[in-house]
Structures are given as C-alpha cells and as structure tokens.
Nanobody, 115 residues
Framework: QVQLVESGGGLVQPGGSLGLSCAASGSIFSINTMGWYRQAPGKQRELVAT???????NYADSVKGRFTISRENAKNMVYLQMNSLKPEDAAVYYC?????????WGKGTLVTVSS
C-alpha cells in the first residue's frame, strides 16, 4: 500500500513564493516517477511537473522557469518550489507517484493566489 501526504499549501500574494512537500510511504521501490499535478475549479487535473528517480524533470510550459521540482530518494520525498506565483496557479495540488504503470495520489493541498 502506497500513501502520499502533501503539505505546504496556503494563501500567497501574486508574485510570491510557496513550497510544497510530499512524503511517500509504503511499498515504494527505488525506480519510480514522482510529480505534482493541479486541478482548478471547473478544470481538469493537469500536469505541473515530474521527476524520475534519476533526477530527470519535466515541466508544464505554464510553469517553466518559475517552479522547481526536486526529490530526496532516501527519504521518499518530493518537493515543489513555486516562485512568481500568478492567480492562475491557484488550484488543489496533488502529489503523484507512478510505479510500474500504477498511479498513486495524495489527497491534495490547496494553493490560493490572491491579493
């Protein structure tokens, strides 16, 4: 059983920064891809960024240059540093673990970008 727990969401002003963390536990093997997705009200869940166990990253065009994904393999942690936040970044952010073609999800953490 895999569990993902996000933390770090909250309210931030436009142009501000926020960091998210995700702790993974359970039957996790070293070769996997972890990532962040988000879902705004009335919209579909979308990819934000992913990082595989080798450190290769992938970002949505909308966040390139502003967001940074990282991970600590020894701790089964993945992080998302979000800078220069925009109102359109507001959403529920979900941690994702892709392991042997199975997707696991956290419950999400809310990010609000507003003045």
């Amino acid at each position: 059983q895999v569990q993902l727990v996000e933390s770090g969401g909250g309210l931030v002003q436009p142009g501000g920064s926020l960091g998210l963390s995700c702790a993974a536990s359970g039957s996790i093997f070293s070769i996997n891809t972890m990532g962040w997705y988000r879902q705004a009200p009335g919209k579909q869940r979308e990819l934000v960024a992913t990082i595989n166990s080798g450190g290769i990253t992938n970002y949505a065009d909308s966040v390139k240059g502003r967001f940074t994904i990282s991970r600590e393999n020894a701790k089964n942690m993945v992080y998302l540093q979000m800078n220069s936040l925009k109102p359109e970044d507001a959403a529920v952010y979900y941690c994702n673990l892709n392991l042997y073609a199975m997707n696991y999800w956290g419950k999400g953490t809310l990010v609000t970008v507003s003045s």
